[in-house]
């Protein structure tokens, strides 16, 4: 006899919930199915019941993690825009906190070199879920000559996911804190646009 559907999806969450939370910690490769399903507190045997591969599992995990990310990133500036906007978004993302979390926020320095080494199907959720990142960004700066909105929210983005990979595989040397205040510092230069001429 099956499971009842709610059931089933309360467990189908927990699974995720659990390699979240490893993934973001050790990676994808670093994680097996038998870590994930003893982190949720269940058999390994119950895990095909809801995911048809390890992969499937990565792309689900990637997908919710970031798009959950994103609503976190954003929330609570929604009335801010442009240099103020990105300055109150790199403080929060290129933080000591975040940097020394255990379990990190942001999953991308533990999983891409992971996703590089992934199959498409994973290659195109961080893709997605990358390009939405940067439209939100760009929904809150402007661009002039020089580049336009989705350009610097791109560079903004890449910016920050860079200098975070950096400081957290530094962290305990002078290098370290001062790559977070350089990238922040540069991620604010990205939402100056300059003014234009009569």
């Known amino acids: 006899m099956g499971h009842p559907p ?12 659990a390699a979240s ?5 050790q990676g994808f490769s670093a994680t097996s199915v038998e870590n994930v399903m003893r982190a949720a507190g269940l058999t390994v045997g ?11 599992l990565l792309v689900e995990s990637l997908s919710r993690i970031m798009s959950k990310r994103r609503g976190e990133w954003f929330q609570g500036i929604e009335d801010l825009r442009g240099v103020e906007w990105m300055s109150h978004l790199v403080r929060r993302y290129l933080s000591r906190a975040h940097r020394d979390a255990q379990v990190p926020a942001c999953p991308l320095p533990a999983v891409l070199s992971d996703v590089a080494r992934g199959e498409p199907a994973l290659k195109e959720t961080l893709s997605r879920e ?5 439209q939100g960004i760009a929904e809150n700066l ?3 000559a020089r580049a336009s909105a989705r350009e610097r929210a791109m560079a903004a983005y890449a910016l920050c996911i860079g200098a975070l ?3 957290k595989a530094t962290e305990g040397t002078p290098l370290s804190d001062e790559m977070l205040l350089a ?16």
């Open 130 to 134: 990358a390009d939405l990142m940067v």
């Open 165 to 167: 990979s950096i400081a």
């Open 6 to 17: 709610e059931q089933k999806q309360a467990t189908h969450e927990r699974i995720l919930e």
């Open 142 to 144: 402007s661009g002039d």
């Open 46 to 56: 119950g895990f095909y019941a809801h995911f048809g591969s390890k992969q499937a």
């Open 183 to 198: 990238a922040r510092r540069a991620s604010v230069l990205l939402a100056e646009t300059s003014e234009p001429r009569d």
């Open 21 to 25: 939370g490893l993934f973001r910690r």
